[in-house]
C-alpha cells in the first residue's frame, strides 16, 4: 500500500515563500510522476507541476518562474519551492503520485497553503 505524507504548509504574507515536501511509502516500482495539485475553495483540483522519475517537469502556467518542483528518487521525496507567493495561491495542497503502468494514482491528504495580502 503505498502511503503519500505532505508537511510544510501553512500562513505566509504576500511575496513570501514556503517549501512544501512529500514522502512516498510503500513498494513504488518503475516509472512513475510525482507531483502537486491544489485546491482553492469553490473551486476544482489543479495541477500544480509534476516530476518524473528521469527528472522532466511541467509547470501550471500560473506558477512558471516562480515555483520549482524536484525529486529524491532514493528517498522516494518530491518538493515545491514556492517563491513570490500570492493571495490567489491559497489552497490545499497535494502530493500525487501517478504510476503509468497501471494508471493509478495516489493522493496526499493534503496540506493547506494560505498566502495573506
Known amino acids: 500500500q503505498v502511503q503519500l505524507v505532505e508537511s510544510g504548509g501553512g500562513l505566509v504574507q504576500s511575496g513570501g515563500s514556503l517549501r512544501l515536501s512529500c514522502v512516498a511509502s510503500g513498494i513504488i516500482f518503475g516509472e512513475n510522476i510525482m507531483g502537486w495539485y491544489r485546491q482553492a475553495p469553490d473551486k476544482q483540483r489543479e495541477k500544480v507541476a509534476t516530476?518524473?522519475?528521469?527528472?522532466?517537469?511541467n509547470y501550471a502556467d500560473s506558477v512558471k518562474g516562480r515555483f520549482t518542483i524536484s525529486r529524491d528518487n532514493a528517498k522516494n521525496t518530491v518538493s515545491l519551492q514556492m517563491n513570490s507567493l500570492k493571495p490567489e495561491d491559497t489552497a490545499v495542497y497535494y502530493c500525487?503520485?501517478?504510476?503509468?503502468?497501471?494508471?493509478?494514482?495516489?493522493w496526499g491528504k493534503g496540506t493547506l497553503v494560505t498566502v495573506s495580502s
Open positions: 500525487d503520485l501517478y504510476l503509468p503502468y497501471s494508471t493509478v494514482n495516489y
Open positions: 516530476v518524473t522519475k528521469g527528472g522532466t517537469t
